[in-house]
């Protein structure tokens, strides 16, 4: 192929890729819409009933572990450590929720819909390139190529549905604890300790040899500390009833994003950055921060709890 005709083709394949991740960007708003307000909303998270009260604790267990490996081995990758970028692909971002299946579904219906991207580079090469039809080893390139950017960026998009349940967990408990106790408890670990001293306090006054009134002035001066056991179990149970607050968090937060645009935002990040990725002929580059967020939240929390208890 001369040179010359290479470039147009490449042009026009490059051009067909915009064309059709531009149609893809112009489906969010009412992707968006119809999956993330209400009544839609509903009908997207109420798959979590079942199954999915088992898988959120899980991933909210390992979300954490992961967001420390993934930033080691990306540290590592940066240091020339070649094999660590595969690893980071490879490591799974923890189970997949029913939720999670039927919005990446949705996704792939409704915004990587048709056009698809093979018509809108055949399209363009009608257009720029006379008689260069699309050669069967580049479609089957570029749809690859497709493919595994979307399982990559999709994978990544899901983190920030658990992330999500994370950031909602520790309002929710700062909210508790405001409210309740008149403390500030940002998150299930604080909260739980809370509660263990308060037990821990209340069945030390009942116990009091001078009687409840009394028991109640000293232990006030002079509050018991939780051992070790029963700090265990006050976290457990609060993590326990976060875990079920956390498979239905979406009810909350989807339609609070769709309002302030955030999931507008964050899915057109990713195709942004899939487009690039593309073009490029380079690894999936989407890494919503979400995650990192909450991570930065549970270590503020555990911090915190540290220091009160």
């Given at each position: 192929?001369?040179?010359?005709?290479?470039?147009?083709?490449?042009?026009?394949?490059?051009?067909?890729?915009?064309?059709?991740?531009?149609?893809?960007?112009?489906?969010?708003?009412?992707?968006?819409?119809?999956?993330?307000?209400?009544?839609?909303?509903?009908?997207?998270?109420?798959?979590?009933?079942?199954?999915?009260?088992?898988?959120?604790?899980?991933?909210?267990?390992?979300?954490?572990?992961?967001?420390?490996?993934?930033?080691?081995?990306?540290?590592?990758?940066?240091?020339?450590?070649?094999?660590?970028?595969?690893?980071?692909?490879?490591?799974?971002?923890?189970?997949?929720?029913?939720?999670?299946?039927?919005?990446?579904?949705?996704?792939?219906?409704?915004?990587?819909?048709?056009?698809?991207?093979?018509?809108?580079?055949?399209?363009?090469?009608?257009?720029?390139?006379?008689?260069?039809?699309?050669?069967?080893?580049?479609?089957?390139?570029?749809?690859?190529?497709?493919?595994?950017?979307?399982?990559?960026?999709?994978?990544?998009?899901?983190?920030?549905?658990?992330?999500?349940?994370?950031?909602?967990?520790?309002?929710?408990?700062?909210?508790?604890?405001?409210?309740?106790?008149?403390?500030?408890?940002?998150?299930?670990?604080?909260?739980?300790?809370?509660?263990?001293?308060?037990?821990?306090?209340?069945?030390?006054?009942?116990?009091?040899?001078?009687?409840?009134?009394?028991?109640?002035?000293?232990?006030?001066?002079?509050?018991?500390?939780?051992?070790?056991?029963?700090?265990?179990?006050?976290?457990?149970?609060?993590?326990?009833?976060?875990?079920?607050?956390?498979?239905?968090?979406?009810?909350?937060?989807d339609p609070f994003q769709a309002h302030t645009r955030l999931h507008q935002f964050r899915?057109?990040?990713?195709?942004?950055?899939?487009?690039?990725?593309?073009?490029?002929?380079?690894?999936?580059?989407?890494?919503?921060?979400?995650?990192?967020?909450?991570?930065?939240?549970?270590?503020?929390?555990?911090?915190?709890?540290?220091?009160?208890?």
């Open positions: 192929m001369p040179p010359q005709h290479f470039k147009q083709v490449e042009s026009a394949i490059h051009a067909g890729i915009q064309d059709y991740f531009a149609a893809c960007r112009a489906r969010v708003p009412g992707f968006v819409r119809r999956h993330f307000r209400y009544p839609g909303c509903w009908a997207t998270n109420r798959a979590a009933f079942g199954l999915d009260l088992l898988r959120a604790p899980l991933n909210l267990l390992w979300a954490p572990i992961y967001v420390c490996i993934v930033t080691v081995l990306w540290c590592a990758s940066l240091a020339g450590f070649q094999a660590a970028r595969q690893w980071m692909t490879a490591l799974p971002g923890g189970l997949t929720t029913r939720v999670q299946t039927q919005i990446n579904r949705a996704i792939q219906e409704e915004i990587f819909a048709d056009p698809s991207l093979k018509a809108c580079v055949v399209a363009r090469l009608e257009a720029l390139v006379e008689e260069a039809p699309l050669d069967p080893s580049q479609q089957d390139a570029l749809i690859e190529g497709l493919d595994r950017i979307v399982r990559d960026a999709l994978s990544q998009l899901m983190l920030t549905r658990t992330a999500s349940a994370d950031i909602t967990n520790t309002l929710l408990s700062t909210a508790a604890g405001a409210l309740a106790f008149k403390k500030f408890t940002p998150g299930g670990f604080g909260i739980g300790l809370l509660l263990a001293a308060i037990w821990v306090q209340e069945q030390a006054r009942r116990d009091f040899f001078l009687g409840d009134t009394l028991g109640g002035w000293y232990y006030h001066v002079f509050p018991p500390k939780p051992d070790a056991f029963e700090q265990a179990v006050g976290i457990a149970l609060v993590m326990m009833l976060l875990s079920v607050v956390a498979s239905f968090s979406g009810l909350l937060t899915l057109r990040r990713m195709l942004n950055r899939m487009e690039r990725d593309l073009i490029q002929k380079s690894a999936s580059s989407f890494k919503p921060i979400d995650p990192y967020i909450a991570r930065i939240l549970e270590l503020f929390d555990t911090l915190k709890a540290q220091i009160s208890f």
